[in-house]
């Protein structure tokens, strides 16, 4: 088991910047690809970032590509989402996720076995 716990969320004004983090424990040897997921209120869970366990490739969605990089530590078993030109529509809880073999897709969550409990991140315009 791998469990994911999610920091670094909050409050910030449009066009702000955050880093959210994300400290694995338990098997993280046993993870691959990694990705950061949001969930805003009265919609469904979205794709944002995902990285394999090389660090590269990444793949972001189009609505923050440019704005965000995703990044690892796997010596320090760390997720990161460097969040800048943050908007209001960024507003949401924002979940770490883990897979538990080699897919081919980064970007959907059912590959992802593995969750954090999220970290909530609101944007004012």
């Known amino acids: 088991q791998v469990q994911l716990v999610e920091t670094g969320g909050g409050l910030v004004q449009a066009g702000g910047s955050l880093r959210l983090s994300c400290a694995a424990s338990?098997?993280?040897?046993?993870?691959?690809?990694m990705g950061w997921f949001r969930q805003a209120p009265g919609k469904e869970r979205e794709f944002v970032a995902g990285i394999s366990w090389s660090g590269s490739p990444t793949v972001f969605a189009h609505s923050v590509k440019g704005r965000f990089t995703i990044s690892r530590d796997n010596t320090k078993n760390m997720l990161y989402l460097q969040m800048n030109s943050l908007k209001p529509e960024d507003t949401a809880v924002y979940y770490c996720a883990a897979q538990s073999r080699v897919y081919s897709s980064l970007s959907v969550p059912s590959t992802y076995d593995y969750w954090g409990q999220g970290t909530q991140v609101t944007v004012s315009s």
């Open positions: 338990g098997r993280f040897g046993s993870t691959y690809g």
